[in-house]
């Protein structure tokens, strides 16, 4: 896809409780962590790979290719981008109308000193119009935290602008000025549980600092934390993040056809399972969703429609699972009472619901590349009913597909 290159944006949109994986990293920067290694085509050749599951100097010379993630977006793109972020001002939403002038302001000032904004660019919105988090069930203002652009937190970070939200946090995107440099800001709710996600950041240091696995530089790095006081004496625990790019999902969303080519999803994979197989390192699980599919598919993997009041066993899903994996081996069925509704003592179907005619190859039929077959193997080594039988994060990174192409040279 060409685009008409307008600016260069560093924007981080997940608001989400765990760490997030750095997705985009382009060669030719170094990054932050290998300032006290050697080299940095150190880190670039794999010769700072993982201890122990994973050799020293075996991680694939193109596995790893690192920059902070920088984001090229048209003109009409960035526009989009802002003005589907209103940001809060006391009781009034503002829209910032010319995006492209605000963008430049912002980055381009002294990083020591704070913006001075105004409010004569703005479009007024009405107050009793619901946007954002304002639209979430059970919303309730005095849980989140009154920021506004322009507001400075601890007397060192400047909020400029908005970047996302959700049940548990809002966050902002920010100039941290006494480092000179860019963040993300998210202000968790008061409401919210003990925020776990600063032990975790904890753990992810502690282990960082005593193994060189190249997964360490993979994960979005908190900066900092802290606690502040809204007005109406409720706290708030802050998190300073590095920005980062937008998620694989957006990305998804900025092509026309919403799909992208194998070859564009291999080196994402490769550096999610490189960065995963360090939280296992560091036992930390990450839970979020599994899409890769979903990114070179337009056809769900499975396509069972789920009702309101769903969970994890409605019967269409389980039956979509038995047609494209096959039916459970009899240890599976032993590990859990709830397998007696769908199966009986010999591991028959109970024709709970009918099982559809569909396969793994019907379902990705769209698919385009030439490595269509690897892909599917690929994925055929994740779906497995047992646990066990199912690689690893280290593992799959020298799956076949993944590896094709390394280190070849285009022309």
């Known amino acids: 896809m060409v685009v008409s290159v307008a600016a260069v944006v560093v924007f981080d949109t997940r608001a989400k409780n765990a760490p997030a994986l750095g997705y985009f990293w382009w060669p030719g920067s170094q990054h932050p962590r290998a300032n006290n290694r050697s080299d940095e085509r150190d880190v670039i050749s794999g010769r700072l790979g993982p201890p122990g599951s994973i050799q020293h100097n075996s991680w694939p010379p193109d596995a790893i290719k690192m920059r902070p993630s920088i984001l090229l977006l048209s003109q009409a793109s960035l526009r989009r981008t802002f003005l589907s972020r ?64 322009g507001q400075v937190l601890v007397d060192r970070y400047q909020i400029v602008g ?24 998210k202000i968790c709710t008061a409401s919210s549980r003990r925020n776990n996600e600063i032990d975790i950041y904890k753990q992810l240091d502690s282990v960082a600092s005593k193994t060189d696995h190249v997964g360490q530089t993979l994960y979005r790095q908190l900066y900092d934390s802290f606690e502040i006081i809204a ?21 998804v969303d900025l092509h026309r056809s919403r799909l992208l080519s194998t070859d564009v999803l291999k080196p994402v994979l490769r550096q999610l399972l490189i960065g ?3 939280l296992h390192v560091a036992d930390v699980v990450h839970t979020g969703k599994a899409l890769s599919w979903n990114f070179v598919s337009s056809r769900y993997l499975f396509p069972a429609r789920i009702s309101e009041d769903w969970d994890i066993y ?42 559809p005619n569909i396969t793994l190859d019907s379902l990705a039929k769209d698919i385009k590349g030439d490595d269509r077959d690897g892909f599917l193997t690929f994925l055929g080594k994740i779906l497995r009913w047992l646990p066990e039988e199912r690689p690893t994060a280290g593992e799959l990174v020298y799956d076949e597909w993944l590896m094709k192409g390394l280190g070849e040279k285009n022309g």
């Not at 001002?89 to 990083?111: G, N």
């Not at 007005?231 to 990305?251: E, I």
Request: proline residues 9%; glycine residues 4%.
């Open 86 to 149: 209103p940001q809060l001002k006391s009781s009034s939403f503002m829209l910032q109308s010319s995006p492209i002038k605000f963008l430049y302001t912002t980055m381009s000032s002294d990083m020591s000193s704070p913006l001075i904004f105004t409010n004569t660019s703005f479009e007024i919105i009405d107050p009793s119009e619901k946007l954002e988090e304002e639209t979430i069930p059970l919303y309730n203002p005095e849980n989140y935290y009154p920021a506004h652009i």
């Open 162 to 185: 908005k970047l996302g939200y959700g049940v548990t946090s809002t966050v902002w995107f920010g100039r941290d000025l006494q480092e000179s440099r860019y963040v993300s800001l």
């Open 231 to 251: 007005p109406h004496g409720t706290s708030h625990t802050c998190l300073v993040h590095q920005p980062l790019g937008l998620s694989m999902s957006q990305v």
């Open 314 to 355: 409605e019967p269409d899903r389980i039956a979509e699972m038995v047609a494209i994996m096959g039916p459970p081996p009899k240890e599976f069925l032993k590990r859990s009472d709830v397998c007696n509704i769908f199966w009986d003592e010999d591991g028959r179907w109970k024709d709970t619901c009918p099982i």
């Open 276 to 278: 995963l197989d360090f």
